[in-house]
């Protein structure tokens, strides 16, 4: 039996946004206070695979990590760090390269729409991106991952590498993780398009809630909010195929640590020019605190460097011996 240990990460692109909050970062922050071992991750390695200008990249990376911080991770109780400082991510995904089959690869989603229709033009990066997404969680032992909805795929393929990976060499070495996705918020849409998911590299910024947007922002965004033109639901049934309505109500119930039913019975029959406001209300009374800490903590970026540096220390206490006991069953 593996000890139960946590891993996530987020790339460090552009800012954090309302659903990598609801559907990750609050969900670190709960597991980190459970008790049990967490490690979350600014994964940089993977934010490459689609070219950022470097400076932008150490700035979205100690915003990240001030974005982390802001929500309640704490160094002393989590291992906070970034990627690219513990070269065990990759020396381990190259071995799960040579794990993972073609065929696995080319089934993955995310890498059909991120790279369009000119799959030629993409970084080889973004195709064996999942590769090295197996080495980040497997490199740890880790045993759960908090994630979103749309990174179920990639876990899976991480449970068939460890599984694949047993059974070529005979071993009972890395664990078959469990991803953990729960809530109300797993997959937060984009507020221009009901179809989409909120992210952090939408192009439109309308169609996201940005962590660092101030308060006449959030309002406006929600208020250019796509919807139909009824009023709320009386009954949560009713929102099943208008999903911009329960897209918000999904919001509201998640920013508020409460259920889309309760927001229903609270909101059931009221416009949407009603319940647009009261949710931009929610959204800067709980987001505020957070942008001013960001803001606070990213005066000080050498503090932020250091909190980092300290954590992929520690990180790299447990995956140099994981690496080390890979190569050996590797033969090398
Ligand atoms: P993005 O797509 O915004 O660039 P990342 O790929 O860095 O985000 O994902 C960081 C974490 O946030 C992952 O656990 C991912 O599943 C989660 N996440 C991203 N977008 C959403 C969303 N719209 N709703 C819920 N969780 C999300
Ligand atoms: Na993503």
């Known amino acids: 039996a593996f000890t139960p240990r946590v891993f996530s990460g987020i790339q460090p692109t552009n800012h954090l946004q309302l659903g990598n909050y609801l559907g ?35 700035r979205a990376t100690r915003e990240l990590a001030a974005g982390y911080l802001a929500s309640g991770l704490d160094p002393a109780k989590s291992i906070l760090f970034n990627q690219a400082r513990v070269p065990e991510h990759v020396q381990l995904a190259w071995v799960f390269n040579c794990v993972a089959r073609m065929g696995w690869l080319n089934r993955m989603t995310q890498f059909k729409d991120k790279a369009g229709k000119n799959r030629e033009a993409a970084s080889v990066g973004l195709f064996t991106y999942p590769s090295l997404m197996a080495a980040d969680i497997l490199a740890y032992h880790a045993t759960k991952v908090p994630v979103g909805e749309d990174q179920k795929q990639h876990l899976e393929l ?6 694949k990976f047993n059974n070529d060499y005979g071993v009972d070495f890395f664990p078959v993780t469990e991803p953990v996705i729960e809530g109300v918020a797993t997959r937060v849409m ?32 929600f208020r250019k909010a796509k919807t139909d ?33 309760a927001v229903i019975a609270e909101f059931g029959g009221r416009s949407f020019s009603d319940f647009k ?33 300290g954590g992929a220390e520690r990180a790299r206490a447990i995956a140099a011996p994981i690496l080390k006991r890979t190569y050996e069953i590797v033969g090398m």
């Not at 991480?158 to 599984?163: E, S, V, Y």
């Not at 952090?200 to 308060?215: G, V």
């Not at 929610?282 to 970026?301: F, G, I, T």
Request: proline share 6%; aromatic share 2%; with cysteine.
């Open 24 to 58: 990750a970062v609050k969900r670190f922050v709960d597991m980190q206070n459970s008790g049990i071992e967490t490690l979350y991750c600014i994964v940089d390695l993977h934010a490459i695979t689609v070219w950022q200008d470097p400076a932008d990249l150490t």
């Open 158 to 163: 991480t449970r068939d590498i460890a599984i």
């Open 190 to 221: 984009s507020l221009r398009d009901g179809s989409k998911k909120m992210s952090k590299s939408d192009p439109s910024d309308m169609s996201r809630i940005n962590l660092t947007d101030d308060a006449d922002t959030i309002a406006k965004k």
């Open 229 to 261: 033109p009824e009023p709320l639901p009386e009954t949560l049934d009713g929102l099943a195929d208008r999903p911009e309505a329960r897209n918000l109500v999904n919001i509201y119930a998640a920013l508020g640590d409460s259920t889309a039913d």
């Open 277 to 309: 406001p009261r949710l931009a209300d929610l959204a800067v009374e709980k987001l505020s605190p957070l942008s001013s800490e960001m803001s606070r903590l990213m005066q000080d970026p050498a503090e932020i460097d250091r909190v980092l540096e």
